[in-house]
């Protein structure tokens, strides 16, 4: 094996390494294709390709591999969103504790023993003692809406 042929194989090979110790490292989905490139190079080098057709062959694998499979697989692994135990109450049922009003900023209900603050979905005011549903959380406030049939007799505990 020539001299040159020698130093190409130890360039490709450390690339190659690198790539995948950089991407055990960080878990981008980044270098690691660019080892997959470096790999491509030297599979052309042990064939018998130039230096410059070796980095065309890197080159372009390398960007084939990033361009079109990368986001394929951040689609794949992107964390999806975890629900939290807030999320659980969405669509329960809860007792008024204190009359909701949106334009004074105040309202409370009961769920699960927890009191929660409120805020109607639709502005109306909802008095003590009615049964509402909770469509949405949004920051530390139910959104709720009145059910037409009363459920809870009196306060729930």
Request: net charge neutral; charged share 15%; with cysteine.
């Amino acid at each position: 094996m020539p001299e040159s042929e020698l130093g190409y194989t130890v360039v490709w090979i450390a690339i190659l390494i690198g790539g995948i110790a950089i991407e055990v490292a960080t878990l981008n989905l980044v270098s690691v294709w660019f080892a997959v490139g470096a790999l491509a190079a030297f599979i052309a080098l042990t064939l018998g390709a130039g230096f410059v057709v070796q980095l065309i062959v890197f080159a372009v694998v390398s960007a084939i591999m990033l361009c079109l499979i990368r986001p394929l697989t951040t689609d794949i692994l992107k964390p999806k969103g975890a629900k939290t135990n807030a999320d659980r109450i969405i669509g329960e049922l809860a007792l008024v504790t204190e009359t909701i009003s949106n334009a004074q900023s105040k309202g409370q209900i009961k769920i699960s023993g927890q009191i929660w603050s409120a805020k109607s979905n639709d502005g109306q005011i909802i008095n003590e003692g009615k049964t509402v549903k909770i469509i949405a959380i949004r920051g530390v406030k139910a959104i709720v809406e009145p059910v037409s049939e009363p459920i809870f007799e009196g306060k729930e505990d």
